[in-house]
């Protein structure tokens, strides 16, 4: 009898040992919006800490959503989604702002606000969590470096251009070094060397310990890495370039229900 509560403790401590290791759980999620578009169908994803992941296809396909999902932006219509080991079906308003301050989210859409200059844009991720006014000048000013902006510190937003746009989002998404990053297409709008200098940066996230989740459509950007590729098609994952055919499928091509 000892034995067997030995043997099951060692089950229980293993369990609890591989539940620590994962960053985020889907389990057979289903997004509908009405009237009836489905932008995700029974999606199923494990995402270990300190993994870079990309979610691929066409627009429409479903990635925007399942993204929102992962920040509770969305709220899935069936199935499960956990992140950090909290329930985002049930998680309390303190703790999922305490969550949020953890996941870096660079939009598709960008989401500056234009009447503020690209410092304190960047600067926003950080002030949440009460950093150093002289560490938000000097993260700002490496990054933007990293970047090749280091002249726009001081411009407004709204005088940018969006690739220039895109890069300070990407900027203010990992100023404060999260846990999750979140990238709705971060490379769109750049030509392939700014492109190398942002998934550098992500890289460099990464050794930190940093677990990223890339929307893409842009093949090179992982066609000679290692990384996990989930592709998905009007809302299903397809596995061997094959996924369930639905007549009455309806899916938008509107990327904001991606």
Known sequence: MTKFFRNQSKIFMSKKKKASMIMADIIKVTKTYP????????????????EIIF???????????????????????????????????????????????????????FKLLPNRTVAQNIAISMEVSYKRAAFIRQRTKKL????????????????????????????RAVANDPKLILADEPTG???????GRVMDLFRECNSKGATIIIAT???TIYKNTNHQVMELHQGYH?????????????ASSNESLQ
């Open 35 to 50: 009237p009836n578009v489905q932008a995700l169908a029974d999606i199923s994803l494990t995402v270990n800490k300190g």
């Open 189 to 195: 709008n750049l030509d392939s060397e700014t492109t």
């Open 217 to 219: 459509h842009d093949e």
């Open 144 to 171: 933007l470096d990293q970047l090749d902006l280091a002249d726009k510190y001081d411009t407004m937003a709204l005088e940018l251009s969006r690739g220039e746009q895109q890069r300070v989002t990407i900027a």
């Open 238 to 250: 397809v596995v061997d370039d094959e996924y369930p055919e639905q007549e009455n499928l309806h």
């Open 55 to 109: 979610l691929t296809g066409k627009s429409g396909a479903g990635k925007t959503t399942l993204l929102k999902l992962l920040c509770r932006i969305e709220t899935p219509t069936k199935g499960l989604v956990e992140v950090a080991g909290y329930d985002l079906s049930k998680i309390s308003r303190g703790n999922i702002q305490k969550l949020r301050r953890n996941i870096g989210i660079a939009h598709q859409d």
